[in-house]
């Protein structure tokens, strides 16, 4: 951890608020949304359709406006649209404190998840600007202390359950109007680039961008394995220890492994190699600890959880190998102006093909005596083995090179002052 407060230490005050910011922002969501279908379910009473509902429209409305999300970060200013994020989520986990009807929940699930679209491409818009040289330690940061976020948030929503679920709906929102309030007053604005074109020319540019759109195709693996997470391993955790306390332990080794293995590693990785094979070596290794859990150990249950912890912690290493990297790479396939776009695509894409890859893999447990069948095992370790390959590929044909930015159209105005304060 000295490593990790050195290089915060390191850079901007702006740079520092936001890492600082999104542990505030993890904890703030986690505190509340995994213990939402439990109350809808046994305070509010609803059925089971309307539950998936109420947490499928959230979850529609961030992910299916993230290119709406980032393509606001690149008009407005990413200052702007952070803030505006932090607020509606205010606003979002606020109704489910003070609401039961259908209509008060659904509209809290829109706003939360409409927060989520603004903030999370403008927040990564915001660092890659601020960082340009350093992009991979920035998002290094950001990773670890989102991961300390999401450990700390449902320890503390679980605290404010034992008053009742308004305690801790009440205090997310909380929590993020002071996230809110942060950045209005500390947070900076920064110089805006018009793209030269329309909306819809950028979308077009960004979804035409062979390169980019391979990269991101390649990358949704990433993504699909870290779902996981919540996913086979709890499943397989607990049943082989027979105690759902088992899964916390999923969590502890993965958030220990980032906190204190990412700015390190990320460093040492960046002395020594290039980003694609970087993100490549991240997918191997993830997609290998899938492998794990088909070793079955006898004994006790500390023993036979061994397999299903190597898996857990083999797909935090692969992760904090490979996103700072990610992260950093995308930036460098946008010209100025569009940077929250492409970051923007990359997140509904990945999100669309994670969704699917998840899917595939519930299919995959269904049926059989056991709860997570060899096949869904080898899937998962087949989707990580293939994206490395495929990352591999288009590092060796040379298509995640920076490549020069086009000529901004002359009758374009380039250069937009300050995004302005208010």
């Known amino acids: 951890m000295t490593a990790t407060w050195r290089t915060l230490r390191g850079f901007s005050p702006a740079i520092q608020l936001l890492v600082v910011n999104q542990f505030g922002v993890n904890v703030g969501f986690y505190l509340l949304l995994p213990f939402l279908a439990g109350y809808l379910a046994d305070d509010v009473g609803l059925s089971a359709a309307l539950i998936g509902l109420i ?14 999300g980032g393509t606001a970060a690149d008009r407005l200013g990413s200052r702007g649209v952070i803030i505006a994020g932090c607020a509606l989520r205010t606003v979002g986990f606020g109704l489910f404190a003070v609401g039961v ?31 340009p040289e350093r992009r991979a330690e920035a998002f290094a940061l950001f ?39 942060a950045q209005v007053l500390v947070l900076p604005a920064q110089p805006r680039v018009a793209s ?77 190699t290039a980003r694609g094979p970087a993100i490549a070596l991240g997918l191997a290794v993830l997609g290998a600890g899938f492998l794990l859990p088909l070793v079955t150990l006898p004994g006790p249950a500390p023993l036979r959880l061994l ?8 797909l935090a290493v692969g992760v904090l190998v490979a996103q700072p990297f990610v992260l950093e790479l995308i930036p460098a396939f946008a010209r100025d102006g569009l ?50 390959g495929a990352v591999a590929l288009l590092h060796r044909a040379g298509w995640l090179d920076p490549r020069p930015a086009p000529a901004v159209p002359a009758t374009a105005a380039t250069a937009v002052a300050g995004e302005g304060r208010s």
């Open 196 to 272: 030269g074109q329309s909306v819809l020319g950028d979308w077009r540019e960004c979804a035409t961008d062979r390169r980019f759109l391979a990269f991101t195709l390649a990358l949704s693996a990433l993504y699909a394995a870290q779902n996981q997470l919540y996913l086979v391993l709890p499943v397989h955790a607990e049943r082989a220890a027979g105690h759902p306390a088992a899964v916390a332990a999923l969590f502890v080794v993965s958030t220990v492994a980032t906190l204190a293995w990412q700015v390190p590693v990320t460093a040492w990785l960046q002395r020594r």
């Open 339 to 388: 940077t929250g776009t492409y970051f923007g695509l990359f997140y509904l894409v990945s999100g669309v093909v994670a969704a699917a890859g998840t899917a595939a893999v519930g299919r995959a447990m269904d049926g059989g005596d056991e709860a997570v069948p060899p096949v869904a095992w080898l899937l998962c370790a087949g989707l990580g083995l293939a994206s490395a």
């Open 55 to 68: 947490l499928g429209v959230r979850n529609l409305s961030q992910q299916g406006l993230f290119l709406l």
């Open 143 to 181: 990773n670890v202390f989102a991961s300390a976020g999401s450990l700390v948030g449902p320890l503390l929503g679980g605290a404010l359950l034992l008053v009742d679920f308004r305690a801790a709906a009440l205090g997310a929102a909380g929590i993020f109007a002071l996230l809110t309030v």
């Open 307 to 314: 397999p299903v912890l190597g898996a857990a912690l083999l």
């Open 101 to 131: 009807s259908l209509p008060v929940l659904l509209a809290a699930s829109v706003l939360s998840g409409l927060a989520g679209a603004l903030f999370n491409p403008a927040v990564r818009t915001y660092l890659a600007q601020a960082a």
